[in-house]
């Protein structure tokens, strides 16, 4: 498949910000097994696109995406078991493992509604920028359906523990700003504001070594499970991976700027890099 194949999803670039947008406007983004397909094939590319600094993923027009299609991926797919296998596998392929393995920085920009299996994309990706007035609900009990796929164990990771169990019991939508206080957002801003604040995350990002950046992530991720002294020793081997990877880290640049050129100060931002 082709970027000019797709037809649910579509894919636009921005000096390394690459922006993966939902695109059935008509639908709130609601996710067909169609869809599904389209965002594994491009998930694929895009993890080994050179262009793609900072990964941003959104939807066109009023929603982010309104959950699972309760028509196509659900109703038409109950007749065809291996159509649901087949479409039940992509969506949490790259919704959970392309996603929350994804190389680069995920940013989600939340612009609107975000339902059901999308609090499963909401919490793959490593940082949210969220529109104030976004409006994001648990509303499978309102099918009388439990939040279902991995969205429990989502909820359970990210929330704040009362306020996993109390959206998700109630169903009750809640706002962008609310959706940084309970723990699924970083930053909420104006709607008129949300391209802007995205692009200046990326950017402060993009300026930070990017070997130090997945590492950094990804030790994050990893010493969730482990005792502290796995941790410590975990951590100890995965800074040595980490500096074999990069020569500026080798080099330990940043210490001996502060330290003998005395160029720049650490606690307010980051080096200036050799390379981009
Ligand atoms: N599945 C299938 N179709 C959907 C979905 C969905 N999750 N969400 C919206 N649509 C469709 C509607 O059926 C409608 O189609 P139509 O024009 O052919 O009638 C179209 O998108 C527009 O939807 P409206 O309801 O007319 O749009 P409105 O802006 O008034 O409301 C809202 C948007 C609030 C998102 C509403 O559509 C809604 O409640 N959708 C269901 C959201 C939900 O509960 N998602 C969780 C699904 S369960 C899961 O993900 C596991």
Redesign the pocket.
Known sequence: MSEADYKNIKIEREDGVTYLVLNRP???N?MSPALHYEMEDAMLALANDPETKVLVLTGAG??WS??????LYFRETAGNPAERKRSNAASHHWRWELLNEFPRPTIAMVNG?C???AFTQLCAVDFVVTAEDAVYGL??V??GIIP??IVSWNLAEMMLPRHALYYAATGEPFDGKRAVEVGLANIAVPAEELKSATDALARKLMKINPAVLTGTKEALRAVKGMTVNQARDYLRAKQDSVASRDKEIKDRKGMSEFLDEKSYRPGLGPYARETG
């Open positions: 008509e639908k709130r609601a009023d929603a309104a959950g699972q299609d309760i028509k509604y339902f059901g299996g509303s499978e309102n099918w279902g796929g």
